[in-house]
């Protein structure tokens, strides 16, 4: 099992930036993908963006430019900075992660935006 715990979201006005945080703990030799979802009520969730232990990195198309995933893989942590954000970004952030012993999720933590 891998355990995750997020940290760093909150309220923050359009135009700012924030940074989330998600250390894993457990079996964390068997992750090859960490990422970042995001879900609002109504809707999917959608990905924000992964990256590899490797370093490849994958992001959803409109948020290019603006959001930066990044990991320390020492720290068993991953990432997020979200710089210029906007309202629509408002939404419950959620940490995940794929190992050979299946995918695991945070708990989740609540972005939102102000205009």
Not at 18 to 34: F, N, Q
């Amino acid at each position: 099992q891998v355990h995750l715990v997020e940290s760093g979201g909150g309220l923050v006005q359009a135009g700012g930036s924030l940074r989330l945080s998600c250390v894993a703990s457990g079996s964390t030799s068997s992750i090859y993908r960490l990422g970042w979802y995001r879900q609002v009520p109504g809707k999917q969730r959608e990905l924000v963006a992964t990256i590899t232990t490797g370093g490849s990195t994958n992001y959803l198309d409109s948020l290019k430019g603006r959001f930066t995933v990044s990991r320390d893989n020492a720290k068993k942590t991953v990432y997020l900075e979200m710089n210029s954000v906007k309202p629509e970004d408002t939404a419950v952030y959620y940490c995940n992660v794929a190992a050979t012993i299946g995918s695991f999720w945070g708990q989740g933590t609540q972005v939102t935006v102000s205009s």
